[in-house]
């Protein structure tokens, strides 16, 4: 199946910094990605679809300002946790489908955790 | 909001056939039935999806009942490995930027 790609797998950053986490469509191409938080035992939380050469659009309470996307190629979404703080750790997670493809799942990536001191 | 309902969790003994419900009573006629999985740590797994008709892969089998408003995951000879956090989605798959909406799932506990 289709694969996609996070990086990095997990991520310790001091509060008031910036990290970035990046998604990869690894052997087909995504308009749409969208990217999900998740904290411990409980379900993934849509914060936010990601849409190729536009802007992402955000869930409601999701801070479009601390949590940048940026979706500049077929393959690749960015989401940036800006002046993080320790309610922001959590496991993040994105996924994407195939444009005109065969396929109709969505596929997920490994996801990132952050840990934020 | 989600616009399925899952047990919280179940368990099954390792080969037997883990059945796994889920009620999804508010589908629309465009809307398929999705699964995935969740094992600890790690991004959701796509297991299968339907629209009416059954249907079975190499990693389980999908059983929708005639009037859609309900269906139910078998995994047929579960394994440890099989233990993990399964959702039920509903979506229209004929367009691919659908959001996808995580209800709470049901943890599936395999013994040993």
């Known amino acids: 199946g289709a694969v996609v790609s996070q990086h990095p797998s997990r991520v310790i950053c001091k509060s008031g910094t910036s990290v970035k986490i990046e998604c990869r469509s690894l052997?087909?191409?995504?308009?749409?990605m969208f990217w999900y938080r998740q904290f411990p035992k409980q379900s993934l939380m849509l914060m936010a679809t990601?849409?190729?050469?536009?802007?992402?659009?955000?869930e409601q309470g999701v801070e479009k300002d601390k949590f940048l996307i940026n979706h500049a190629s077929l393959t690749l979404s960015t989401l940036t946790v800006t002046s993080a703080h320790p309610e922001d750790s959590s496991f993040y997670i994105c996924?994407?489908?195939?444009?005109?493809?065969?396929?109709?799942?969505?596929?997920f990536g490994q996801g990132t955790r952050l840990t934020v001191v | 909001d989600a616009k399925t309902t899952q047990p919280t969790s179940m368990d099954c003994a390792e080969g037997r056939a883990a059945n796994l419900p889920c009620n999804h009573s508010?589908?629309?006629?465009?809307?398929?039935v999705y699964w995935y999985r969740q094992i600890h740590s790690q991004g959701p797994q796509y297991i299968i999806h339907?629209?009416?008709n059954n249907e079975t892969n190499e990693m389980a089998s999908l059983i929708i009942t005639e009037d859609r408003k309900s269906s139910t995951l078998i995994l047929p000879h579960a394994t440890l490995r099989d233990t993990a956090v399964y959702y039920c989605?509903?979506?229209?798959?004929?367009?691919?930027?659908?959001?996808?909406?995580f209800g709470k799932g049901t943890r599936l506990h395999i013994l040993p």
């Open positions: 989605i509903v979506r229209a798959t004929m367009n691919r930027d659908d959001k996808i909406i």
């Open positions: 339907g629209l009416k």
């Open positions: 052997d087909f191409q995504a308009t749409t």
């Open positions: 990601s849409n190729e050469g536009s802007k992402a659009t955000y």
């Open positions: 508010t589908i629309s006629g465009n809307e398929y």
């Open positions: 996924s994407a489908s195939e444009v005109g493809g065969g396929n109709t799942e969505a596929f």
